[in-house]
């Protein structure tokens, strides 16, 4: 597919990034998360020094990651899970219709809109009315949200959280989640995002604290800005070398072609809850 641009095409996108970047760093701070979503790459930004880079899984071309300016106000341990609306309607209620048995699998609690919780087992997964149900997944290994999730309020309602398909990594293309960011060694860059906290200063804290079991929130005295951008296109710092990315949701516009093919490869496992993460 590379060979499918000319050399006009090329310049064409590297001034739209370029254009998109310079909107970006007027109102970056000195300290912030970055997420490229085309890149699959999230970025530890201190004193405009990248101090860490992590791989990460963004949303699928039908769900795909929005670009958000927010902000990480707090690190959730243990989280639950509240599936959002849209997951539930298009992919786990249908998914019950054929499992009725995968929310006792997945630990997965089923709740009426006034927060009554029901047996799975007696709900007719077919009625309209199931569609009216809210799901919450309990914390623990099987939980999406992975371990820890990092809280930033925002319109979209994404996050960036852990996850148990940890295999999905190792995908080079790895568009698979429901809208919201999944974080490769997120216990390091929740360290780092906690580094300022009183009693949090050491690498590590992070994992003393899953070490205890218990669900916990820690509320940063000093929030950390976060960018979800879409750059397909860069040069390198240090060295010059230009980069490019492909346009896995098409916002390059007409003037670039040889959109985004994902192979049989890429695609992702459906065993467990974490398939139908955010």
Not at 85 to 99: F, G, H, N, Q, W
Not at 106 to 129: C, N
Request: proline share 8%; glycine share 6%; net charge neutral.
């Amino acid at each position: 597919p590379v060979l499918n641009f000319t050399a006009a095409q090329r310049l064409a996108q590297l001034k739209l990034n370029y254009d998109r970047l310079k909107g970006m760093m007027q109102n970056v701070e000195e300290r912030y998360v970055l997420v490229n979503v085309p890149a699959f790459q999230v970025e530890a930004v201190d004193k405009f020094e990248v101090q860490l880079r992590f791989r990460v899984i963004v949303g699928r071309p039908e769900r795909q990651t929005p670009e958000v300016v927010a902000t990480i106000r707090n690190i959730n341990f243990y989280p639950y899970w509240r599936v959002p609306e849209s997951v539930a309607t298009l992919d786990l209620i249908p998914r019950l219709r054929k499992e009725p048995g995968y929310l006792a699998d997945e630990g997965i609690r089923v709740y009426t809109a006034s927060g009554q919780e029901l047996d799975p087992k007696v709900v007719d997964w077919s009625s309209p009315q199931a569609t009216t149900y809210r799901f919450k997944q309990d914390p623990g290994g099987k939980n999406a949200l992975g371990l820890v999730r990092l809280d930033m309020s925002n319109q979209y309602g994404v996050y960036m959280h852990d996850t148990p398909m940890k295999n999905l990594f190792d995908q080079r293309s790895r568009p698979f989640s429901a809208g919201c960011v999944r974080v490769q060694n997120v216990f390091d860059l929740a360290d780092w995002i906690a580094h300022y906290e009183p009693g949090w200063e050491q690498p590590g804290r992070v994992r003393q604290q899953l070490a205890t079991g218990q669900p916990m929130e820690l509320k940063l005295t000093r929030p950390v800005p976060v960018h979800f951008v879409y750059i397909t296109a860069w040069a390198e710092p240090s060295t010059g070398e230009v980069q490019f990315r492909q346009d896995i949701y098409g916002r390059d516009g007409s003037a670039l072609q040889g959109g985004y093919e994902r192979d049989q490869d890429d695609a992702p496992p459906a065993a467990s809850a974490a398939a139908l993460a955010p």
